[in-house]
């Protein structure tokens, strides 16, 4: 008599909009197949991410000022 060990196998595919999960486990000794498992689990909505404004636009951010080119009026004076 097998004292079975399994591995677990599954399939993911998408059908219809729900991802399928199709699972079903092996006895690494004898080869003996469980039953299949069917597990169907809706897709979150896709991830709309928030609006950063201008300066991450499609063409490029804008390069900052070098630390030599800094107006003089923006340092406090004592």
């Given at each position: 008599?097998?004292?079975?060990?399994?591995?677990?196998?599954?399939?993911?595919?998408?059908?219809?909009?729900?991802?399928?999960?199709?699972?079903?486990?092996?006895?690494?000794?004898?080869?003996?197949k469980?039953?299949?498992?069917?597990?169907?689990?809706?897709?979150?909505?896709k991830r709309?991410?928030?609006?950063?404004?201008?300066?991450?636009?499609?063409?490029?951010?804008?390069?900052?000022?070098?630390?030599?080119?800094?107006?003089?009026?923006?340092?406090?004076?004592?």
């Amino acid at each position: 008599m097998c004292k079975h060990a399994y591995i677990t196998k599954q399939r993911i595919y998408y059908d219809k909009g729900c991802r399928v999960i199709r699972e079903y486990d092996t006895c690494i000794f004898c080869g003996r197949k469980t039953e299949e498992r069917l597990s169907y689990m809706n897709d979150p909505p896709k991830r709309k991410l928030p609006y950063f404004g201008p300066h991450f636009n499609s063409h490029g951010a804008r390069r900052k000022k070098a630390c030599s080119q800094v107006d003089a009026t923006h340092v406090n004076k004592a």
